[in-house]
């Protein structure tokens, strides 16, 4: 059983590129989170999604970030216009049940650098 | 604001001692907590998890103790082997902490020296 993937491992853009992450969650969970981590920090909650749903988004910066995850496919973090400060390494966990105490599994991130 | 903290950036052990990593809280609304193990340009491991209604929970080498009144974790790993070198992370959930996802403490770098 596969777990949590993530793809590209490591990206590197340039100042005002666009940023696409993926993220295929573990067979059989429908729930999909993700997470940065600044270097020296620990991950800090961005969204929460459900297929074709956004059901929390508390965690994300109100421009250039977004995220989906369709009926059919990977859920994708999508960042506009990067900018240095983006870099960083970001975190997919997936959950097969959003209960009070359902644990969930991480990806091996994807390391963003902006030149 | 954090709302969980690790206050030990490293923590250094022999072979074969106990670890003991500590995690504190401020958010009483937490009731569920977890450690993560996370080597270099990986993603965070899953460890062991205790829920707010239990003061210990076992696995193995790890045990989690929760002391709810002084919002205080803590994880023993006994013996500690060679393995075990990693980043920690403590990391809590509950009903209105950290909206839907989990909050994270910034982790302790574990080294085991043999």
């Known amino acids: 059983n596969a777990g949590v993937m993530q793809n590209p491992r490591h990206l590197v853009r340039r100042r005002g590129q666009e940023a696409r992450l993926r993220c295929s969650p573990m067979?059989?969970?429908?729930?999909v989170y993700w997470y940065r981590q600044l270097p020296e920090e620990g991950l800090k909650f961005m969204v929460y999604?459900?297929?074709?749903?956004?059901?929390?988004e508390s965690g994300m910066p109100k421009e250039r970030f977004s995220a989906e995850f369709p009926k059919e496919g990977p859920s994708i973090l999508r960042i506009q216009q990067v900018v240095r400060g983006d870099s960083a390494a970001y975190f997919c966990?997936?959950?097969?049940?959003?209960?009070?105490?359902?644990?969930?599994?991480f990806g091996p991130g994807t390391r963003l650098l902006v030149l | 604001d954090q709302q969980v903290k690790q206050n030990s950036p490293s923590l250094s052990v022999q072979e074969g001692r106990i670890s003991i990593l500590n995690c504190d809280y401020t958010?009483?609304?937490?009731?569920?907590f977890l450690w993560y193990k996370k080597y270099p340009a990986e993603g965070p491991t899953f460890l062991i998890s205790?829920?707010?209604?239990?003061d210990k929970n076992e696995d193995g080498r790890f045990t989690v103790f929760l002391n709810k009144s002084a919002k205080h974790l803590s994880l023993h790993i006994v013996p500690s082997q060679p393995g075990d070198s990693a980043v920690y992370f403590c990391?809590?959930?509950?009903?209105?902490?950290?909206?839907?996802?989990?909050?994270f403490g910034k982790g302790t770098h574990l080294i085991i020296q043999p």
């Open positions: 966990a997936s959950s097969p049940l959003h209960m009070p105490q359902e644990t969930q599994y």
């Open positions: 067979k059989g969970h429908s729930h």
């Open positions: 999604l459900q297929k074709e749903n956004i059901i929390d």
């Open positions: 958010n009483s609304m937490f009731d569920y």
């Open positions: 205790i829920s707010s209604i239990k």
């Open positions: 990391a809590a959930s509950g009903p209105g902490g950290g909206a839907d996802g989990l909050t």
